[in-house]
């Protein structure tokens, strides 16, 4: 199956069996990628896994992502899934505010997923709703902020000893 008889039937299997929370479908970088409502998502992902067509079994990634100038839709969490005998795969993303974080888990369909979801918890603050065991992973507990967001700047702005014309700025 070519990429975009791929997107086109993921596409309209999705929009039958989920109607409004399906949002778009597209192709990035020869990609098949899929948006969709946080809310649906662990039903989707039990869809695709089942589907005698599709059989999307293995989860390659799931990851969260911050867009600090996308307003109102400034966090997202992107999955990436693959049938290896057909060796074909596609991109599931959806879009929320950053001051609700809050996303249904996927460990009842896929159980790697568990500490693909804490990571991104640690990382990005995304809360799992039903998560297993949803704690930080790599940074300490007692830590109050997610490093991976774009809240800070990236270079100090109160140094006086760099000379930015040195490096074509």
């Known amino acids: 199956m070519d990429k975009e008889t791929l997107l086109t039937s993921v596409a309209d299997k999705l929009k039958t069996e989920f109607g409004g929370g399906f949002i778009s479908s597209e192709m990035v970088a020869d990609y098949p990628v899929f948006t969709l409502n946080r809310d649906i998502i662990c039903d989707v992902m039990r869809f695709l896994y089942n589907d005698e067509e599709l059989a999307f ?99 100090d702005g109160t140094r006086e000893d760099k000379d930015n014309s040195m490096f074509g700025r």
């Open 57 to 155: 079994q293995y989860l390659t990634t799931a990851c969260a992502i911050h867009y600090p100038d996308n307003h109102g839709k400034e966090l997202a969490m992107m999955y990436q899934l693959h049938n290896l005998p057909k060796n074909l795969r596609i991109r599931i993303k959806m879009f929320f505010p950053i001051n609700d974080p809050h996303v249904p888990t996927i460990t009842p369909v896929f159980s790697a997923a568990n500490w693909m979801e804490r990571e991104a918890f640690d990382f990005y603050g995304v809360v799992f709703s039903g998560h297993p065991n949803l704690k930080r992973i790599l940074n300490m507990e007692d830590m109050t902020y997610h490093p991976l967001r774009k809240e800070y700047p990236l270079e």
